[in-house]
T-cell receptor, first 114, second 111 residues
Framework: DADVTQTPRNRITKTGKRIMLECSQTKGHDRMYWYRQDPGLGLRLIYYSFDVKDINKGEISDGYSVSRQAQAKFSLSLESAIPNQTALYFC?????????????FGAGSRLTVL | AQSVAQPEDQVNVAEGNPLTVKCTYSVSGNPYLFWYVQYPNRGLQFLLKYITGDNLVKGSYGFEAEFNKSQTSFHLKKPSALVSDSALYFCAVRVGGKLIFGQGTELSVKP
């Protein structure tokens, strides 16, 4: 089994629908992140959490919300999806006790908003 | 603003030739720098990092990177490219406990 699991892997939805992307990890890491990947723009940070009671906005948090249900689970929600939220979404984790902050990524969730 | 830039969208190399993928950064203080690789339909995989110490860092799959403080660069290198090295490469810098990524460079290695 993968260390960082994202579900669903692919999702097609319509404008205005609420969507949740889920992430779970078996690494035992305390820190979790959601990134969005768009061609030519690299990865942009949406939200991040350094522990269960900590939630922080990244550079592009508008239109998104998150929930850290447990140390191992971090979900991303799109309250009312719009077409420019069509992208590849990645969850990542890291160990805050390790100053290097190496990220472990999930395989990605491809979201298409029609 | 603290940032990282990859000036080349694409790099083309013949198999067996050396390759370089460029990265420059702008951060205050001493940088923590990283390289990740993304193969098609996969998540990003960690290649190597620079925290402190020797300016030449060795990583996975025969890759290495050279930290140059005066030029604020952290270029990824490999002495002899393989077709299987073809992928998307990302440079990243740590800012406030989180990573900021460059826009990515597509590496294409032809036989």
């Amino acid at each position: 089994d993968a260390d960082v699991t994202q579900t669903p892997r692919n999702r097609i939805t319509k404008t205005g629908k609420r969507i949740m992307l889920e992430c779970s990890q078996t690494k035992g890491h305390d820190r979790m992140y959601w990134y969005r990947q768009d061609p030519g723009l690299g990865l942009r940070l949406i939200y991040y959490s350094f522990d269960v009671k900590d939630i922080n906005k990244g550079e592009i948090s508008d239109g998104y919300s998150v929930s850290r249900q447990a140390q191992a689970k971090f979900s991303l929600s799109l309250e009312s999806a719009i077409p420019n939220q069509t992208a590849l979404y990645f969850c990542a984790t890291s160990d805050g006790r390790n100053g290097a902050n190496v990220l472990t990524f999930g395989a990605g969730s491809r979201l298409t908003v029609l | 603003a603290q940032s990282v830039a990859q000036p080349e969208d694409q790099v083309n190399v013949a198999e067996g030739n050396p390759l370089t993928v460029k990265c420059t950064y702008s951060v205050s203080g001493n940088p923590y720098l990283f390289w990740y690789v993304q193969y098609p339909n996969r998540g990003l995989q960690f290649l190597l990092k620079y925290i402190t110490g020797d300016n030449l860092v060795k990583g996975s799959y025969g890759f290495e990177a050279e930290f140059n403080k005066s030029q604020t660069s952290f270029h990824l290198k490999k002495p002899s490219a393989l077709v299987s090295d073809s992928a998307l490469y990302f440079c990243a810098v740590r800012v406030g406990g989180k990573l900021i990524f460059g826009q990515g460079t597509e590496l294409s290695v032809k036989p």
